[in-house]
Every structure is written in structure tokens, then in C-alpha cells.
């Protein structure tokens, strides 16, 4: 049998690596987050819909033409389409332009919670750029909608500073490249440990906390900290006014939060919309409140919402997604086949 050349075999240390991102929900949530290796003219990258944690158990990576990639790119076209290698089925990443544009050997794209918490601010630039990290070299980028626009940033600032091995995305997340898997973990902990937040005072008590009448098909969110939401009224306040904070958040959970002041208002608005059953509710003082069918991916969401929100100091100003933004990622067939696939 005749071996594969190099370029078409994924080191077992990548995938090890990517499972062990994908195994901690700081990090990644859901299927949320890539990771890309490039060898001699391939690029191996996470396909779309798929999740990081079952990379050493699942064949969740594509190969791309990266030299045709990489030309077209240079020639400025951001609409270019990953050629996929061989026989896979599978649909590279969303933000595959952006791992070709990276010039490190191993990419990593995470939705870092302890750095998302900065990334939701108006002040996310000057804050992540003001401090020095060792052998960091950071790149800001503001809010592009994933894709053909974000890859179009991204090359910009790159072209400003060839050597950035860490991107900074605006109401995003986090992009680390290394020539390594060892580089990669260090200059990821480095950020980690710069951007490290503290969560806010001990919650609200969860003794409100209670089931509601069965009429209603809406479950107990399993998750205790997710009542936060509903019970803390400065955080009620927060997903009421800024529910569009990332990308993931709106694709997997919609355009917005579904806040009732109680029960009973929770039951007269499903008898006047019979057909909009939404997967999840916010019940003042009560609860959060999810669909029997629910999907996992949906709920990791709406704990790395949590887990942001309670880690942005309550006096800072936040930016959100405008309705434009919203729609763009709404209305993407990327994104529709993304939650077609969701889990």
C-alpha cells in the first residue's frame, strides 16, 4: 500500500491539541472555534458544524487547496472558495481565509470567555493593546461580519504587522498562530493569564428558583449559574439591552432575548404566538427556561453568555451587534448549514 504523502496526514499532536481546546468551554462552546495546520500546499482545517472536542475521535478536518487559496488572496479576491482535497464531504470552515492568511503553521480561533469579556467593550482596543506580553505580537481588529470581511481586515492588519502571532477580533474572539503546538499553548497562555477576569460578586440566590407549570413545554435550564440571567437584575438588564455581543450568540440562540415579567406573561404571549415557540425564556425572578428539544450547542452558548456578561464590570460600556450586523449572519447560508449540523 502506498503511504500518503506528508502534506495529506494530520499530526496526532494537532488533533490533540484541537480536543483539548475544544474540551474546555473557556475556550470553545459548542462548535464554535477552528484550528488549521498548513503543509507544504494544504491547509487542514476544521470543517464547518463540527466540534473541536471529538477530534481524536472523529474525522472532523478538511483539506484545502492552499497555494490556490493563498494566490487568490494575494490578488486580492475575498470571495475566493476553498478547493477541497480529496474525497472528504466535508465543508471547510467559515473562516478558512482567515487560517490562510495567518502565516504561522498552526492556527488556532477560539471564543475565549475570559478575553470575550474585553472584546464586548467600547474600549476593547485600547485596553488589549495597552499591555505588553512576552513574545506577543498583537493585531486589533473591530467587528467584521466571519467570512469574506473579516479575512479582508484581517489582511490588512497583517500587511500592517507581519509579524502579529495574536488578532484581537472586535465582538469575536481570539486568533493565536505558532510554528508549533508547544508555541501555540504558550503564546494562548500567555493571553489567557494577561486577560484573566474576575467574576463579579456572589449571585443572586438561587432559592427563587422553581419549575413551571407543565402547560408551558418549557424545561428547567440545567445549568444553576444560567439563572443569573433572570434573577440578578443588573444582568437582566444587560441581556435586554445587549444581546447581540458576538457572532455564535445570535447564530445559535437569534436576534433576542425573550424576557417576561412573569408566568403569567410568559403564558399569555404563547397563546398569541402559537407558532414561535422560542428555545429559550427569561422569567424575572424565576428562571431561564429552555425547550424540551433544545440542542447542546445551544445551551453551551447560552452559558459562555453567562459566563461574559458576569466578567464585564457592571460600570463599562458595551457594544453590541447593530441590526445590520444581525441580519447579515441571519440571513448566510453558511450559518444555516452550520445549524443544520448542530448537536
Known amino acids: 500500500m502506498t503511504a500518503e504523502p506528508d502534506d495529506m496526514v494530520l499530526?496526532?499532536?494537532?488533533?490533540?491539541?484541537?480536543a483539548e481546546l475544544g474540551s474546555d468551554p473557556m475556550l470553545v462552546q459548542g462548535a464554535g472555534g477552528n484550528v488549521s495546520w498548513k503543509a507544504g500546499d494544504t491547509l487542514w482545517i476544521k470543517a464547518s458544524g463540527t466540534w473541536l472536542a471529538d477530534a481524536e475521535r472523529a474525522e472532523i478536518f478538511v483539506p484545502v487547496d492552499l497555494a490556490k487559496l493563498s494566490r487568490e488572496l494575494k490578488a486580492g479576491d475575498f470571495d475566493a472558495k476553498p478547493t477541497v482535497l480529496g474525497e472528504s464531504q466535508l465543508r471547510p470552515s467559515i473562516e478558512t481565509l482567515l487560517h490562510v492568511l495567518m502565516p504561522q503553521r498552526i492556527v488556532v480561533h477560539l471564543h475565549a470567555i475570559d478575553v470575550l469579556a474585553y472584546l464586548v467593550r467600547t474600549d476593547a482596543r485600547d485596553l488589549l493593546m495597552s499591555k505588553a506580553l512576552p513574545s506577543v505580537v498583537p493585531a486589533f481588529l473591530p467587528y467584521r461580519k466571519p467570512g469574506a470581511e473579516l479575512a479582508q481586515e484581517a489582511a490588512q492588519a497583517i500587511a500592517a504587522c507581519p509579524e502579529a502571532n495574536v488578532l484581537y477580533l472586535g465582538n469575536h474572539g481570539l486568533?493565536?498562530?505558532?510554528?508549533?503546538?508547544?508555541?501555540?499553548?504558550?503564546l494562548?497562555?500567555?493571553?489567557?493569564?494577561?486577560?484573566r477576569s474576575q467574576v463579579g460578586g456572589p449571585g443572586p440566590s438561587r432559592d427563587a428558583i422553581r419549575p413551571l407549570t407543565p402547560d408551558l413545554a418549557l424545561k428547567w435550564c440545567p445549568l444553576a449559574g444560567l439563572h443569573d440571567l433572570a434573577l440578578d437584575e443588573q444582568l437582566l438588564g444587560r441581556l435586554q439591552s445587549s444581546w447581540a455581543l458576538y457572532p455564535d450568540h445570535v447564530v445559535f440562540?437569534?436576534?433576542?432575548?425573550?424576557?417576561?415579567?412573569?408566568?403569567?406573561?410568559?403564558r399569555e404571549w404563547t397563546r398569541n404566538h402559537p407558532d414561535q415557540a422560542p428555545d429559550v425564556v427569561f422569567v424575572r425572578g424565576m428562571g431561564v427556561y429552555g425547550a424540551h428539544s433544545m440542542a447542546a450547542g445551544k445551551l453551551a452558548q447560552l452559558q459562555c453568555f453567562r459566563d461574559?456578561?458576569?466578567?464585564?464590570?457592571?460600570?463599562?460600556?458595551?457594544?453590541?451587534?447593530?441590526?445590520?450586523d444581525v441580519r447579515a449572519l441571519l440571513n448566510w447560508d453558511a450559518e444555516h448549514y452550520r445549524m443544520q449540523l448542530a448537536k
Open 11 to 18: 499530526p496526532k499532536g494537532v488533533r490533540r491539541l484541537s
Open 175 to 186: 486568533v493565536v498562530g505558532g510554528g508549533d503546538v508547544h508555541q501555540v499553548r504558550l
Open 188 to 195: 494562548l497562555n500567555t493571553v489567557r493569564g494577561a486577560w
Open 253 to 266: 440562540l437569534g436576534p433576542m432575548a425573550r424576557v417576561f415579567d412573569n408566568e403569567t406573561a410568559l
Open 308 to 324: 461574559v456578561l458576569v466578567r464585564v464590570p457592571r460600570s463599562a460600556s458595551l457594544r453590541t451587534l447593530n441590526d445590520q
